[in-house]
């Protein structure tokens, strides 16, 4: 699977694989239509990529990526949001916050990319249109069929017409986001967004700025939504982050770490917050955990006495 991460890296933005079939196969053919916009056609097996914070720390975006299905399914997710990939959907995603592709079986599609600054006007509501199945019209036809007619061809590049196609294919996409049937879309869908903020979370332990507040900032929703969500499972945001944490210090105690950096590791900066809150959830204190760890380790291996 390092090989397809590597070659979906190279021809979009870098991104990770998580998953995929035992028997894996794929393709994938590029065409750089003007220095800005490129057009690949991509076909696999079943798969799981993914664009994380860190990979995007690591490697800083802003492309605006369209994937054009063409056939099989496949999904979008992303800011708490999830579209529904088939044959002769659509779907915009953007490259500077995590995303998630997801295809369970066999699938074609062809990818637009090109940068955000290539769709004036749709910069503030770019974060409202990803992750939403683009309308269908005549627009979206048009697109598809035009990016449908481009053949990839590696040893041919500059040529006057593929300049010309790039610049359709803008104006094009421009209509479709533009259009007012784009910003019609369907409510979030609570249990993705509840998906997506608790992934956040387990994520981003060791961030110091991690908060309810942060969380429902990275995901462009209010906090009174992401305290609704987490109080339809009887929870809140604040005590999942806490709970998470205190988890993460455990399992680094049962491994053998010291108090203060299995405090530091699962994101916690005060020792003594931390060893009142682990007390409180596990009952006792860490530093009575990692030396019952300890003496457990001793027991079951005792040191080797010297031959006589």
């Known amino acids: 699977m390092a090989g397809w991460a590597e070659a979906c890296s190279s021809a979009f933005v870098p991104l990770r694989v998580r998953s995929a079939s035992l028997s894996f196969t794929a393709s994938l053919q590029q065409h750089v239509l003007s220095p800005e916009v490129s057009l690949t056609r991509v076909a696999s097996t079943a798969s799981e990529v993914y664009r994380s914070d860190q990979v995007i720390a690591q490697h800083p975006s802003d492309d605006v990526l369209v994937s054009l299905h063409r056939s099989g399914s496949g999904s979008v997710v992303q800011h708490g949001r999830q579209a529904t990939l088939r044959g002769g959907s659509a779907a915009l995603y953007d490259a500077s916050s995590p995303y998630t592709l997801t295809f369970p079986g066999r699938m074609s599609e062809i990818v637009l990319q090109l940068p955000r600054r290539a769709l004036p006007g749709c910069r503030g509501a770019l974060a409202d249109l990803t992750a939403r199945p683009l309308p269908e019209g005549g627009p979206l036809h048009a697109l598809t069929a035009l990016a449908a007619s481009v053949e990839p061809d590696p040893a041919v590049s500059g040529r006057i017409e593929d300049a010309a196609v790039a610049d359709a294919m803008i104006s094009l996409l421009t209509a479709l986001v533009?259009?007012?049937?784009?910003?019609?879309?369907?409510?979030?869908?609570?249990?993705?967004?509840?998906?997506?903020?608790?992934?956040?979370?387990?994520?981003?332990?060791?961030?110091?700025?991690?908060?309810?507040?942060?969380?429902?900032?990275?995901?462009?929703?209010?906090?009174?939504?992401?305290?609704?969500?987490?109080?339809?499972?009887?929870?809140?945001?604040?005590?999942?982050?806490?709970?998470?944490?205190?988890e993460s210090a455990r399992r680094l105690l049962l491994s053998g770490e010291p108090v203060a950096r299995a405090a530091r590791l699962s994101?916690?900066?005060?020792?003594?917050?931390?060893?009142?809150?682990?007390?409180?959830?596990?009952?006792?204190?860490?530093s009575s955990l990692r030396h019952l760890t300890t003496s457990a380790r001793v027991a079951a291996n005792p040191p080797r006495r010297a031959a006589p």
């Not at 994101?267 to 860490?286: H, I, M, N, V, W």
Request: hydrophobic share 40%.
């Open 178 to 246: 533009a259009s007012e049937t784009a910003f019609n879309a369907p409510p979030i869908d609570s249990h993705v967004l509840a998906t997506a903020l608790r992934r956040f979370i387990d994520e981003h332990l060791t961030d110091p700025r991690l908060s309810p507040a942060y969380v429902a900032q990275a995901h462009h929703v209010s906090l009174r939504l992401v305290q609704k969500l987490f109080a339809a499972d009887d929870d809140s945001p604040a005590a999942y982050i806490r709970r998470r944490r205190l």
């Open 267 to 286: 994101g916690f900066s005060d020792p003594d917050t931390f060893c009142r809150a682990f007390k409180r959830e596990f009952g006792r204190s860490p």
